[in-house]
């Protein structure tokens, strides 16, 4: 998007990498002030379900053989809307996962995951406001009755990743703007143009 901004408006670099910055900010606040919630109960009384996985990003060799320190991401992602959310998070303990779990995914929502051990407490969140499943990626990778069950949060994973890397390469300071920058993109789908400049208008009003 930058190298398309700077050689259709003809500015220099350092103004278009200002604009970009502006641009992911919008979409920051958007994410933020408006987040939206995955899950709950479908209109049949039934749980909805949401697929969740943690993935590493950009976790990789450089100079001499060493390791360049990656960034842990919590992914979750509505079975049958794609809704999803990217959030950044320092580790994977169950202390830091079960927050966020309560902040994005509402009441009621039956929730599938791998066997990763900070997930095995789910159903107990809050009392039981969950219900749980485990699917073990080395015995049941492809789940018999849908193929699909688990390997939609790491195709979306997939896809921020080579999104991110594409965009922004190392940059440690601009990951979270980005990954903002993606989920916007996610949720607003086809109407990007249209949708930011609604976002603008809401957040600089004249």
Partial sequence: MQNQIQRETLSSKLTTIHWCIFIRDICETVIENNPQELGGIDENGDPICVVIDESKFFHRKYHRGQWREGHWVFGAIERGTNRCCLIEVPDRTAATLEPIIRRWILPGTHIISDGWAPYANIENIANGIYTHSIIVHERNFIHPDDPDVHTTIENRCMRAKKKLKRQHGTSVHLFASYMAEFMWRS????????????????????
């Fill in 187 to 206: 949720r607003v789908g086809e109407k990007k143009f249209g949708e930011f400049i609604l976002a603008v208008r809401h957040l600089y009003p004249l």
